[in-house]
């Protein structure tokens, strides 16, 4: 690979960040207004309009949510920022998931009325398992209701963090017009039509307010900084630069959440949340070094444009200009024309153009370095996960994992001349979203498309029509259901023998069957050994739990994948000519389906945490119509006149429940699930309601 002479100080300048939320709490709309604030675009987009540059999909600006993490880049204060608008709907979580992983930080939008809402949770929640730090930023501070320290206290409590308030606001609701920056202690004002804050003096009516709050800021800082503390104690107070790297620090190290507010519709608190990512969050320099794997040995790569270049594709998708892999470039350069490997398909590949993207825009580049996100043209082979590294000096990195689909649907085109077009458009859908699954049912032939969610897959089917696609035939959503063990067996005997001339095959084993957990609905999988003596040998008890894991995947109810169990191995022999890794692989899968079918078991379907928010006068009906769905309420508030009712539903009872919402609400309620794991089915699966 050719190097370029970018130094370590411009790396510092970077900034590759996501901005993170609830559906509805202002995410893009935050966006457009940086990429205004900016001067990236000369006109502010509007979500209700369908003019955002990351909503550029039809589906999204039809829809009005965001369905497709999207990158743009801009400049800020001297540093490069590249930003990714991600999902806020709970069925786009992979979309998320596969935007923080490589990403150095993230801005967490919160709604100043609603505070944490269950996707905040669960998105914030994504970023802990990254290690991704965060700043927090209340928007909507001209909403009814808003209240800033309603929402800080929401985000402790339901979030853990340590909030760091370093903001008051000025004006309350509609009036709200500014804010105290309690760091420098002064006020910060937009006005009607103004692009730029004006900076004055504290106002005088907030003055022991400010102060009061900046005195519990600094006493925050000191509890958690050593050095913060040190100059509290010996000067009572802490100085503005102090401070500020305290807060970089605890930003950086996450044992503190900065936090300010704003409302980005209006264009106020823009500028200072674009200097809080420069002055807070990391850069590419700031974040450990890339550990990736190469010939078994662990190996880390520093973000240093002189290093060999390694990559890792987080997203694709095809677009004008072409198929393009957007890439974050952890060490090295990579240049146009540059020939780079994947080490899981060990496959080369021949980079045509790099792009800088800005969603559905592109501006060409001559080579990308050490903390950029782009997107490369020409690398074919590469699917979301890959990784593409300098050939001479290989390394694979950690992929992103996508989570279990939990809906399914069978599709069919609709002319039987379109078959072979319909297999290609799927095989597209799951290239460039992982999280969509498509396999073929043994039993009934059916192609399945499996995915998150209800709008998840109407979002696919929609895309194969937009996109030129063969007319399609979608059947009923299916949900993937689970059998586990409720009462185990001890001490069930198989063996295992085949003679049919030469060498035979034999296997004898013991093996306990027992529940996972004491309640019903525990996942997961639990494999040990307690055969004393060599009675068998260990190469043969790790091919017993392979056999067992081969057993797991049809139970003995109606064929679905068995879980929640733990098999132990408690006896067993061997023969001296017909014993084997295959003999004693094939005993512990027909061994288990046995065990299993003496056991008494039980189905499991998935469920979903649903929070309803609805009119005060619809609570009734729509409690009544949660009850018809098995739903399980736990918990209910009032919200400036409108309830939130917070239940756990059996997946399989939300087909449809939209529909019936807007209904019984007159198109006043709204609803969010998250899925929450499973939970034990009837005996008898009763019919959806619809």
Not at 136 to 153: E, I, P, Y
Not at 176 to 203: K, Q
Not at 299 to 308: C, F, G, K, L, N
Not at 558 to 563: K, M, Q, R
Request: aromatic share 4%.
């Amino acid at each position: 690979m050719r190097t370029n002479t970018t130094t370590l100080a411009t790396l510092a300048a970077v900034r590759n960040l996501g901005i993170l939320a609830h559906v509805d709490a202002g995410k893009t709309t935050v966006t457009e207004r940086i990429l205004y604030a900016t001067g990236t675009t000369h006109k502010r987009g509007e979500v209700h309009d369908g003019t955002t540059v990351t909503d550029f999909d039809p589906q999204e600006r039809d829809r009005g949510i965001t369905i497709f993490a999207a990158a743009v880049s801009c400049a800020w204060d001297g540093c490069r920022v590249n930003l990714i608008d991600t999902p806020g709907h709970v069925d786009f979580a992979d979309e998320v998931e596969r935007s923080l992983r490589v990403l150095d930080g993230a801005v967490a939008v919160f709604d100043a009325v609603a505070g944490v809402e269950p996707q905040s949770e669960s998105v914030w929640r994504q970023a802990d398992r990254h290690g991704v730090p965060r700043i927090a930023f209340v928007n909507k501070m001209d909403r009814a209701g808003a209240d800033l320290d309603r929402a800080v206290d929401s985000i402790r409590q339901r979030l853990h963090p340590v909030p760091l308030v370093v903001q008051l606001p000025i004006g309350a609701e509609d009036a709200f017009t500014g804010v105290v920056d309690l760091v420098r202690m002064r006020s910060l004002v937009w006005h009607d039509g103004a692009g730029t804050a004006v900076e004055g003096p504290v106002p005088e009516e907030l003055g022991a307010e400010a102060v009061r709050r900046r005195r519990t800021l600094e006493e925050t800082v000191a509890e958690l900084h050593p050095a913060a503390l040190e100059e509290f104690c010996d000067r009572a107070t802490l100085s503005a630069a102090t401070l500020a790297a305290a807060l970089r620090e605890l930003t950086r190290s996450r044992n503190g959440v900065v936090v300010l507010c704003g409302s980005a519709y209006r264009n106020r608190g823009i500028e200072p949340l674009l200097d809080a990512v420069v002055a807070y969050l990391p850069s590419p320099l700031d974040v450990p070094a890339v550990r990736g794997v190469h010939a078994g040995a662990g190996q880390e790569r520093a973000a240093d444009p002189e290093a060999p270049f390694a990559g890792l594709v987080f997203k694709v998708n095809a677009s004008t200009v072409g198929r393009l892999a957007y890439v974050r470039v952890y060490s090295g350069t990579v240049e146009k024309g540059d020939t780079v490997w994947d080490p899981a398909t060990g496959r080369t590949e021949r980079v045509a153009r790099i792009l800088r993207v800005m969603a559905d825009r592109h501006e060409r580049l001559d080579r990308a370095v050490a903390g950029d996100i782009v997107a490369l043209a020409g690398v074919k082979s590469a699917r979301a996960g890959s990784t593409l590294c300098d050939p001479g000096a290989p390394l694979l990195l950690e992929p992103p994992v996508s989570a279990e689909p939990v809906v399914s649907v069978a599709v069919e085109a609709r002319r039987a001349t379109d078959t072979g077009r319909l297999a290609a458009a799927l095989a597209r859908l799951a290239e460039e979203d992982p999280s969509l699954v498509v396999r073929t049912d043994a039993e009934t032939g059916q192609t399945v498309l499996s995915g998150m969610g209800e709008l998840h897959l109407e979002v696919a089917v929609e895309k194969i029509r937009r996109d030129g696609g063969p007319e399609v035939c979608v059947g009923r959503p299916r949900v993937a259901y689970r059998e586990t063990v409720v009462e185990g067996v001890t001490g069930f005997v198989f063996r295992h023998v085949k003679q049919d001339g030469g060498a035979g095959q034999f296997a004898h084993v013991v093996l306990d069957v027992e529940p996972l957990g004491p309640e019903v609905g525990a996942t997961g999988f639990e494999f040990r050994s307690t055969v004393a003596g060599g009675a068998v040998p260990q190469d043969y008890v790790r091919a017993v739990e392979a056999g067992c894991r081969d057993a797991l995947a049809e139970g003995p109810l109606d064929g679905h994948p068995v879980t929640g169990l733990r098999v132990t191995l408690t006896d067993g022999s061997t023969h001296v000519k017909d014993s084997s890794d295959t003999a004693f692989r094939t005993a512990g899968r027909l061994g288990l389906r046995a065990a299993l079918r003496a056991c008494a078991t039980a189905l499991l379907e998935p469920v979903a945490e649903v929070t309803v928010t609805v009119p005060e006068d619809a609570v009734g009906s729509v409690l009544g119509d949660l009850a018809a769905r098995r739903g399980r309420v736990g918990g209910s508030e009032t919200r400036g006149g409108v309830a939130v009712l917070t239940a756990t539903v059996p997946l399989a009872e939300l087909f449809g429940y939209a529909t019936r919402l807007r209904s019984r609400t007159q198109g006043r309620g709204t609803f969010t699930t998250r899925p929450t794991g499973y939970a034990p089915a009837p005996a008898t699966r009763p019919v959806p309601v619809r």
